[in-house]
């Protein structure tokens, strides 16, 4: 791996390590969300609040996010007192009706942490605190695995810390899904079945028979997802996908044709949309060039002066073009330029020129 392509591997993994997360919900409305926002779903102190706590919830709801997500570090918190939730992941909504189908996130009493299959295989496919299970057996059945866990839903309590506000992460990286409650991981699944997706909808749940639940606080990191691109500076020039860049000018953008400086920034600038530059300078001094009136020859540092100088006096003239054509000439006789002004510069260095000798007539 040469300097260059390692250097930028570093970066690359400097840019993943320090992703930041940003927020699914501003707090204020339902952007970016869509579901029963007139009767179900409500935004109070900054809170995504479904249900009330005197009505039990007629039927499963959801709200969805409008976009979907494939590899991804979600948290948010969660307050369900005493009622059944969930968070959806890669998951989509069935047509025409009100379920989502896909992974779930579970939450109640006695299943915080545990992962379902919501209106596709119908089961759960790893639990936390329910020892000895057989998931595909009648005993993993949803039903019967629900009631052991409430027989064990103080201790499962404990062990995860649960109180009125409750912190949850869920991980999506590929086939593999971790779930945790309160820094506590309570599940560690791959996905073994060909054909489930990998990329959907998030959505947060209120189950039926719940009264009222909250969320807050949620944000999400991308994995798969590129940084977004430095804001442009004030005043300038935004390019986009199969933009043509047209240099034009005198001799000064005549240069760029050659040397390929200003068209290798520009293109690589944007590699993915494809920018193209076209080079419409050209030679002569009708406008304005650099070179002339004595060449501006000390702004060179001392290796350019000495070989400038010496450009000027084989070619008799300060323009570039002129000197471009000289050394063309040069090239066909066979006649030494360059080779010979780099000799004089290592003899001047030497104290072994003298003055009368040196190129440019000093």
């Given at each position: 791996m040469n300097r260059l392509a390692f250097l930028a591997f570093i970066l690359l993994a400097v840019t993943r390590l320090s992703a930041v997360p940003v927020p699914l919900f501003d707090g204020k409305t339902f952007t970016g969300w869509e579901g029963d926002t007139?009767?179900?779903?409500?935004?109070?102190?900054?809170?995504?609040?479904?249900?009330?706590?005197?009505?039990?919830?007629?039927?499963?709801?959801?709200l969805c996010t409008t976009r979907n997500y494939s590899d991804f570090d979600l948290r948010l918190e969660y307050r369900r007192g005493e009622n059944n939730g969930g968070i959806q992941f890669r998951s989509e909504r069935v047509p025409n009706h009100h379920e989502v189908s896909g992974y779930q996130a579970d939450f109640a009493p006695g299943i915080d942490g545990c992962l379902y299959d919501e209106s596709r295989r119908n089961r759960f496919l790893a639990v936390f605190g329910v020892a000895d299970v057989d998931l595909a057996s009648e005993a993993g059945r949803p039903g019967a695995l629900i009631k052991r866990a409430l027989d064990s839903k103080a201790e499962n309590a404990k062990k995860l810390g649960i109180a009125e506000w409750n912190h949850y992460r869920i991980r999506a990286e590929g086939p593999r899904i971790r779930l945790w409650i309160n820094d506590v991981l309570t599940v560690d699944f791959t996905e073994k079945e060909a054909g489930i997706p990998r990329t959907g909808k998030i959505a947060i749940q209120i189950h039926g028979g719940a009264t009222e639940i909250r969320y807050r606080n949620i944000t999400i990191e991308e994995l798969d997802a590129k940084?977004?691109?430095?804001?442009?500076?004030?005043?300038?020039?935004?390019?986009?996908?199969?933009?043509?860049?047209?240099?034009?000018?005198?001799?000064?953008?005549?240069?760029?044709?050659?040397?390929?400086?200003?068209?290798?920034?520009?293109?690589a600038s944007k590699p993915e949309p494809g920018i193209k530059v076209r080079n419409f300078g050209w030679e002569g001094d009708t406008v304005f060039e650099q070179w002339r009136d004595g060449g501006n020859v000390e702004q060179l540092d001392e290796k350019r002066q000495v070989d400038e100088r010496y450009q000027q006096r084989l070619s008799g003239s300060t323009s570039w073009r002129q000197q471009r054509d000289s050394r063309a000439e040069t090239a066909r006789s066979k006649r030494p330029h360059r080779p010979l002004a780099l000799h004089a510069l290592e003899r001047r260095r030497a104290g072994t020129l003298r003055p009368q000798q040196r190129p440019g007539g000093e």
């Open positions: 007139a009767k179900t779903w409500r935004i109070e102190n900054g809170e995504i609040v479904a249900g009330k706590p005197e009505v039990k919830q007629p039927r499963n709801e959801f940084p977004p691109p430095a804001p442009a500076k004030k005043g300038a020039s935004t390019l986009m996908p199969r933009d043509v860049i047209a240099l034009t000018g005198g001799s000064n953008i005549e240069r760029t044709r050659f040397n390929g400086f200003l068209q290798t920034q520009l293109v």
